[in-house]
């Protein structure tokens, strides 16, 4: 079955630089674009990126633009989001997520990051 | 595009419709989804092309609408559907989120 396992979170400074993995298991990776989302403390759902099956075309939320970079491995089948000049504002769960049939119909367990 | 979720809280009783709605700043034609998310986990994909019932979702929920206004419509609440619900647009990127919609017992 569809599984997506995220990992690297943890508590990091402001300013600093932090990268998150995404492995994905039970589809065929290297076909499917890939999304990261992410959720502060007590609100709401926030997208922040996406990258093409093949890594080529990437877009971001404005929030994020400039600081963050999407990419991915597909010889691992791992997505990553590498966070640059990281602020309080990015403290939040983050999580990967597939659109395999329907949109973003698969998602991760989430990876908790503190920016403090 | 901004997506404006109303209400962003509601409280109902088992076996009530309840309706949700979502606005579109600009046309997203039928491309919009809603998720529920309960605490603690992640979300979890209902309805997608507005009104298409994701598999395994119960025939309870619905969705309807195009271009700009959509809603998600319980027709009758379960115990199990009390959680938080979100609109998502994905006509053109960045997408976006509504801003959510606690139902409450």
């Known amino acids: 079955q569809v599984q997506l396992v995220e990992s690297g979170g943890g508590v990091v400074q402001p300013g600093r630089s932090l990268r998150l993995s995404c492995v994905a298991s039970g589809f065929t990776f290297d076909k499917i674009a890939m999304h990261w989302l992410r959720q502060a403390p007590g609100k709401g759902l926030e997208w922040v990126a996406v990258?093409?099956?093949?890594?080529?075309?990437?877009f971001y939320a404005d929030s994020v633009k400039g600081r963050f970079t999407i990419s991915r491995d597909n010889s691992k089948n791992t997505l990553f989001l590498q966070m640059n000049s990281l602020r309080r504002e990015d403290t939040a769960i983050y999580y990967c997520?597939?659109?395999?049939?329907?949109?973003?119909?698969?998602w991760g367990q989430g990876t908790l990051v503190t920016v403090s | 595009i901004q997506m404006t979720q109303s209400p962003s809280s509601l409280s109902a009783s088992v076996g009530d419709r309840v309706t949700i709605t979502c606005r579109a700043s600009q046309g997203i034609e039928n491309d919009l989804a809603w998720y529920q998310q309960k605490p603690g986990k992640a979300p979890n994909l209902l309805i997608y092309a507005a009104s298409s019932l994701q598999s395994g979702v119960p025939a309870r929920f619905s969705g309807s609408g195009s271009g700009t206004d959509f809603t998600l419509t319980i027709s009758s609440l379960q115990p199990e559907d009390f959680a938080t619900y979100y609109c998502l647009q994905d006509y053109i990127y960045p997408s976006t989120f509504g801003g959510g919609t606690k139902v409450e017992i």
């Open positions: 997520a597939s659109r395999l049939l329907r949109p973003l119909d698969h």
């Open positions: 990258t093409s099956y093949d890594g080529i075309d990437k």
